[in-house]
């Protein structure tokens, strides 16, 4: 066994380093993962060996999984490494560490670690930028766009039976005088120019979504409860704006927020109905974050103008879920993050970072 000890915040994805790095990981976490990214990777074995030859002198390693800041602070005095996502990391975190050579963001906000108390120890902070979150960001558009193109509804329909019997009403256009475009009778065609788009929370995900807004012409306002610094707003082309704002003006409005006790439920009835009329709410966060009867009441009403979602609130979901009778919802299966070459390619470059810092 190596002699470094490798400290990463538990989480599902993260648990991955284990497997590749710890000889003495639970051969059940080893299958669960080869059955896991068996969708996409083919050779497991394979990968692990390249992913271990990337990590030089840090395989093989302990590695040791903490759930909360307690149990990092009590895992930190034999740490070589830590890896991190949420939990902070300061001068009272960095006291328990004597032997730390490298803390790795699994992410590229840093928000939670005080890079200058790092420095000060000769402690060098890595970041992965996560291609997961940049395929979130990229769901979230195609959700916005097939709502806005009523794609759901148009696709695959292009005869008369077949748009009639959807409930449209396709006509005959004089063409000496006009165009023939939209025959199909499609009303609420929109686009994304010119329209806001209100994201909530503006951590990965929100970062990575809002510079592909503003590309498409969208005024592109945020909230959170830190706001960022000038230069990081103008660099995303973000406005801030208080709640009550945000809701008010934004035609879509994303959540890019952590699941918890804190956000379940944080869009309830009242906040929904202080949305815009019409708005299209997207979520690709988790279905838990949006109250589903205020959900469900918004739609039926007409106050919200649809929805794209891509984790049901039962999963796997349910062949008699209202949602899915509703021309205006379009719900994928839990898949804005996939495919799995995102986390794999992630993690390749988190463990090639480090293979450069740490010593044999």
């Known amino acids: 066994m190596g002699t470094h000890v490798v400290v990463v915040e538990d989480d599902p994805f993260p648990r991955l380093l284990q497997v ?9 976490r080893v299958e669960a993962f080869r059955h896991f990214l068996s969708l996409d990777l083919a050779d497991f074995d394979g990968w692990l060996a390249r992913a271990r030859a990337a990590a030089g002198p840090l395989y093989p390693a302990r590695v040791r999984l903490v759930d909360s800041e307690a149990a990092l602070h009590a895992a930190l005095p034999e740490a070589t490494v830590l890896v991190t996502e949420s939990f902070a990391v300061g001068a009272a975190a960095l006291a328990h560490a004597p032997k730390l050579q490298a803390v790795q963001k699994y992410g590229r906000v840093l928000r939670n670690i005080d890079t200058a108390a790092c420095a000060a120890r000769g402690v060098p902070v890595l970041i992965v930028r996560r291609r997961a979150n940049i395929a979130c960001a990229e769901h ?15 696709m695959g329909r292009i005869s008369l039976r077949q748009l009639r019997e959807a409930g449209f009403e396709p006509r005959t256009y004089d063409r000496r005088h006009t165009a023939n475009s939209n025959w199909a009778g499609i009303g609420g065609l929109r686009i994304l120019h010119g329209d806001t788009l209100g994201i909530l929370g503006m951590g990965e995900i ?3 979504l809002a510079p592909r807004a503003a590309a498409f012409g969208m005024r592109v306002l945020y909230h959170q409860r830190t706001r960022l610094d000038a230069a990081e707003e103008a660099a995303l082309s973000i406005e801030a704006a208080p709640l009550d704002q945000l809701l008010a003006q934004s035609d879509w409005l994303s959540i890019q927020l952590p699941h918890g006790d804190s956000t379940r439920g944080f869009m ?7 949305m815009k009329k019409g708005a299209i709410l997207i979520n690709t966060s988790r279905s838990e974050l949006v109250d589903r009867d205020a959900l469900l009441a918004a739609l039926r009403s007409g106050h919200l103008g649809g929805l794209g979602l891509d984790t049901p609130y039962e999963e796997p979901g349910r062949d008699d879920e209202e949602l899915l009778g509703m021309r205006n919802v379009l719900v994928t299966p839990h898949t804005a993050a996939q495919p799995r070459f995102n986390a794999l390619g992630d993690f390749m470059d988190l463990l090639a ?3 450069k810092v740490v010593s044999k």
């Open 20 to 28: 590749i790095l710890d000889p003495a990981c639970d051969p059940a």
């Open 140 to 154: 979230t558009m195609t959700l916005m766009l097939a709502l806005a193109k009523r794609l759901p509804e148009v």
């Open 268 to 274: 309830d009835a009242a906040r929904i109905a202080a």
């Open 206 to 208: 929100g970062r990575e």
């Open 353 to 355: 970072g480090l293979g």
